[in-house]
């Protein structure tokens, strides 16, 4: 089993910067994509960002040209550097990877690290 722990978060005012880690445990045997999702109160877990194996990314609308994804499989770690971060940012933020571990294929989720941008 792939477990997942992200850290990095926290209190932030507007126009400041976060950078978000999420360090994976466990025997993987193939990386597949990884993704941060984010998921303010009262709202649904949205996606942020996304990167392949190959490291193509994919960002949301919200986060593209202010967050960077990135990942260094040798490390199982993926980042998201948050610039420009604005109110509307506050969320809880999420790690998703996928791929295949000692057990299969997986698809694990982090416990969450928060995020709060002050404005």
């Not at 990095?8 to 507007?14: D, E, P």
């Not at 506050?90 to 571990?101: E, K, L, M, S």
């Amino acid at each position: 089993q792939v477990h997942l722990v992200e850290s990095g978060g926290g209190l932030v005012q507007a126009g400041g910067s976060l950078r978000l880690s999420c360090v994976a445990s466990g025997v993987i045997f193939r990386s597949g994509a990884m993704g941060w999702y984010r998921q303010a109160p009262g709202k649904q877990r949205e996606l942020v960002a996304s990167i392949t194996s190959g490291g193509s990314t994919n960002y949301t609308d919200s986060a593209n040209g202010r967050f960077t994804i990135s990942r260094d499989n040798a490390k199982k770690t993926l980042y998201l550097q948050m610039n420009s971060l604005k109110p509307e940012d506050t969320a809880i933020y999420f790690c998703n990877a996928q791929g295949v571990g000692i057990f299969g294929l997986f698809d694990s989720w982090g416990q969450g690290t928060q995020v709060i941008v002050s404005s």
